[in-house]
């Protein structure tokens, strides 16, 4: 099959690279691009472990074609951690051992951070809401709430 | 193998490569790429149209048109959408609402197809790239879409607050799959006795129906208890519930008399 150019930025680097027409963003990511930190659970939409966040908004990126971001931002797990040092989601989800065999915790990440950037201050409502389409398998989602809300906690505190 | 995907400029070049057979339009993918994922050999390979007109949602005056690629969540970012929002966010979970387009619903089988639910009650129209129909008879022949080409908008008149209800049973809370979804707009009169009733029902069949029934039997009556009581017991005519890994068609046809009644009198 004939492969086509896709430029898109991912996680802050500009990137172009030919990819088969109709692969999923999915694939494009971790077959061509080398960055294995989308899970695929289920390939239906139901999981959520491949989440990651395009132009701003959580996405599958089991469901979404890699040639249909052209342009876009992309954001996954992988880029954010910055220096060595984690996002205060991943800092709080590792603090507040919110993660056992840690298979949902990429796509609960990025279901978090996404939910943060838009309401840096949410309810309990807001965060069982925001990772309602992401299924965790070992902890109970309890853990992940709480670390969800200490990690909005911890970034109001550095920001006051 | 994935599938090759073509892009058109406009609806109509999308259309005319559509009914060429095989392929499937792409709007947000949750449905159709989910099928290429599972193995359906029937899609033999996506287009899609980059028009622009077809994410916009415009207002004026009461109209609203939205367009076929506008997704669950801009719906329920837009403040003079206000009072549909409820069903708009009744469609799956946070990413599922950024991808699932309003085009998408209108295709979706049941258990899906709870935004549509909402635009039969509101006896839109859909707008298709050669044709525009009652959204009644798009859905009746929603399957067989040779002439008219793709969906590129729907339009409505945006309901008065507390003439638009809107309810999603699920068993899996907030974001699971429904067990019946029922929207109405109910209009009455001065004395509170309805005027006009219309009712789109969700997996009362293969796709969202109207509880004509129903509807006839509110004309004139108040919203109380005995008023409603005619159109509870006609709720269910004509209906054929699906049975799935959720509900069967048994249980879904016993409970929505229930949850009928709690909607007109909420
Ligand atoms: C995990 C999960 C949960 C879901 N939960 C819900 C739910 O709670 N409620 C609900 O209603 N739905 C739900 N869905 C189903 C689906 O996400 C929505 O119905 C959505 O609106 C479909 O839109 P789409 O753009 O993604 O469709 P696509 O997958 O892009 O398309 C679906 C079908 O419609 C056709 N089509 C799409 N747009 C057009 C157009 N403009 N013109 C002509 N044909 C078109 C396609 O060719 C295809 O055959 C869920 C799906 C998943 C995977
Ligand atoms: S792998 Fe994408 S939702 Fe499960
Ligand atoms: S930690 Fe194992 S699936 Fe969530």
């Known amino acids: 099959m004939a492969r086509i150019p896709v430029q898109f930025r991912l996680n802050g680097d500009d990137r172009a690279e030919f990819i088969e027409s109709g692969t999923t963003l999915f694939h494009a990511l971790r077959d061509t691009m080398g960055d294995m930190s989308p899970k695929g659970g289920c390939h239906q939409g139901s999981c959520g472990a491949c989440s990651v966040i395009i132009d701003g908004e959580l996405r599958l990126s089991c469901l979404t074609l890699a040639e249909t971001c052209e342009g876009a931002e992309i954001e996954t797990t992988a880029g954010l951690g910055q220096d060595g040092v984690l996002h205060p989601v991943q800092r709080a989800i590792l603090d507040g051992f919110a993660t056992q065999c840690g298979f949902c915790t990429p796509g609960m990440v990025m279901a978090a951070k996404a939910l943060l950037d838009r309401t840096p201050n949410p309810s309990r409502e807001d965060v069982v809401e925001a990772i309602s389409g992401n299924i965790c398998r070992c902890t109970g989602y309890e853990p992940i709430i709480a670390a969800v809300l200490a990690a909005a906690r911890s970034n109001s505190q550095n920001a006051g | ?266």
């Open chain 2, 1 to 266: 193998m994935s599938l090759a995907l073509s892009t058109f400029a406009s609806a109509k070049e999308a259309s005319v490569a559509l009914n060429e057979g095989g392929a499937h339009y792409l709007g947000g993918g949750t449905l159709v790429v989910r099928a290429v994922n599972e193995g359906d050999i029937a899609i033999t390979g996506y287009v899609r149209t980059t028009d622009p007109a077809l994410t916009k949602i415009d207002v004026s005056g009461q109209r609203a048109r939205i367009g076929a690629s506008a997704t669950m969540a801009s719906i329920a970012r837009c403040l003079e959408l206000e009072t549909i929002w409820r069903a708009a966010k009744a469609v799956g979970g946070p990413a599922i609402r950024n991808m699932a387009t309003v085009g998408g619903n209108l295709f979706a089988p049941a258990p899906y197809g709870d935004f549509t639910v909402a635009l039969l009650a509101l006896g839109a129209t859909v707008h298709c790239a050669d044709a525009d129909l009652s959204i009644d008879d798009f859905l009746a022949d929603r399957d067989n879409s040779s002439g008219r080409g793709i969906v590129t908008a729907v339009s409505f008149d945006i309901p008065a607050a507390d003439s638009f209800r809107f309810l999603k049973v699920s068993r899996v809370k907030p974001k699971g799959v429904s067990v019946l979804s029922i929207a109405t707009i109910i209009d009455t009169d001065a004395q509170g006795v309805v005027a006009n009733a219309r009712i789109g029902l969700g997996c009362m069949a293969d796709r969202p129906i109207r509880a004509r029934a129903a509807e006839a039997a509110l004309k004139g009556q108040p919203l109380t208890k005995d008023g409603i009581a005619q159109a509870v017991a006609v709720i269910g005519e004509g209906t054929d519930p699906i049975t799935d890994p959720i509900a069967s068609g048994w249980y879904r046809g016993e409970v929505l008399p229930v949850h009928f009644s709690r909607l007109l009198l909420s």
